[in-house]
């Protein structure tokens, strides 16, 4: 279901997507409408051209890679669903407050960190502890 958003007119001075074709800029403003309110949408290409670009040729997919490779959108995998993240969705949007929540998932990042190797250092007091006979 599209929805209204506000599109800002300095989108058009973004030099970087101004370096892609003319459909695939139509598409991504598109996408903002498609979007929820986290700026999330279903991954599925014919069903977005269809919404988006109905009567112009083109793939979606490979519209969709360009915008992905450029930076504006991510795509990936989560619990089972192929979902787009449109990048800077939050920082340009302020959805409705009675827009419902987001039922897509959100990208999950690793929850796996190198953890620094610590010095416990020694048993002995260090100096300026209360428990150190130093003054």
């Known amino acids: 279901m599209a929805r209204s958003r506000n599109i800002k007119p300095s989108i058009m001075d973004n ?4 370096a892609l074709p ?7 403003i598109y996408m903002w409408m498609l979007a929820d309110r986290e700026g999330r949408l279903e991954d599925r290409p014919s069903r977005i051209k269809k919404q988006a670009l109905g009567y112009d040729d083109g793939s ?4 969709l890679n360009e915008l992905a490779k450029a930076g504006f959108i991510e795509r990936y995998e989560s ?34 960190k190198a953890v620094p190797s610590t010095n416990l250092g020694s048993a002995e007091p260090s100096p300026g502890s209360p428990d150190s006979p130093f003054p």
């Not at 003319?22 to 991504?28: K, Q, V």
């Not at 979606?60 to 519209?63: I, K, Q, R, Y």
């Open 15 to 18: 030099e970087d997507l101004a």
């Open 60 to 63: 979606a997919d490979e519209m």
């Open 79 to 112: 619990q089972g669903a192929k979902v787009i993240q449109i990048l800077a969705f939050n920082k340009h949007q302020t959805p409705h407050i009675r827009e419902s929540a987001s039922e897509l998932p959100c990208k999950v990042s690793s929850t796996t």
């Open 22 to 28: 003319a459909l695939t800029r139509l598409l991504f």
